[in-house]
């Protein structure tokens, strides 16, 4: 359960524009996985809108299996 709590604090903690990596859960069906991109929008729940090269994806918190904070500079080649 501490796990669980632990991803939803580093969600909360994440802000609009900031560049992240997340894995999702494999049911999900949401490909690539993992993904890139900028947070475009989120809630309070930690639920967020994840702007990448394929367009804006919405993902909800409980799918979130890991999340890694990118630079701003970090570029895809």
């Not at 919405?58 to 630079?71: E, F, H, P, Q, Y």
Request: glycine fraction near 8%.
């Amino acid at each position: 359960m501490a796990i669980f709590e632990s991803l939803t604090n580093v969600l909360r903690a994440l802000v609009v524009g900031d560049r992240v990596k997340v894995t999702l859960r494999p049911e999900t069906g949401r490909y690539p996985n993992p993904m890139e991109g900028e947070i475009a929008q989120k809630d309070d729940s930690g639920n967020f809108s994840l702007k990448s090269e394929r367009g804006e994806v919405r993902i909800n918190a409980g799918d979130v299996l890991s999340i890694s904070k990118l630079s701003k500079q970090s570029t895809r080649s």
